[in-house]
């Protein structure tokens, strides 16, 4: 399988697989935090399959379990979910709380790697 057919479908990372997987990534990220028992997420995870299978090779989906992945939750104030957040080069430049459309994410992703300034860098 190649590397374009990995990204097909979301990735699940977690803390010790973030920083490879988002900070260092070459495209832009979009990373769901999710939970397993929250009907929201299981509501937006038919979402995120479709978006990363269309989009494979322009960014990737990364799924991280919010309740097994505390300290990430943390560190970007992820204080309820569904919540996705849009990295580029390593920078926060976009959120949305709470369910959203396909259409709704698709834009404000591209207004989330079309914006220039860094809303937050992780330290």
């Known amino acids: 399988m190649n590397a374009m057919e990995n990204n097909r479908k979301p990735i699940q990372v977690d803390e010790f697989s973030f920083e490879a997987a988002v900070i260092e990534s070459k495209q ?3 990373v769901a935090f999710l939970a397993t028992w929250s009907r929201p ?5 038919p979402v995120l399959d479709e978006i990363a ?3 494979a ?3 990737k989906v ?3 379990d919010a309740d097994a992945n505390p300290a990430l939750s943390l560190w ?6 569904p919540t996705l957040l849009f990295f580029v080069a390593g920078n926060v ?7 959203a459309s396909k259409e709704a994410i698709l834009s404000r992703l591209q207004t989330s790697t079309n914006n220039q300034q860094p809303k937050e860098r992780r330290k």
Do not use: M, N, Q
């Open 28 to 30: 832009p990220v979009l």
């Open 41 to 45: 997420c299981s509501v937006i995870a």
């Open 53 to 55: 299978a269309e989009h």
């Open 57 to 59: 090779g322009k960014f």
């Open 62 to 64: 990364v799924r991280v």
């Open 76 to 81: 970007y104030d992820v204080a309820s979910i």
């Open 93 to 99: 430049r976009g959120k949305i709380v709470g369910t």
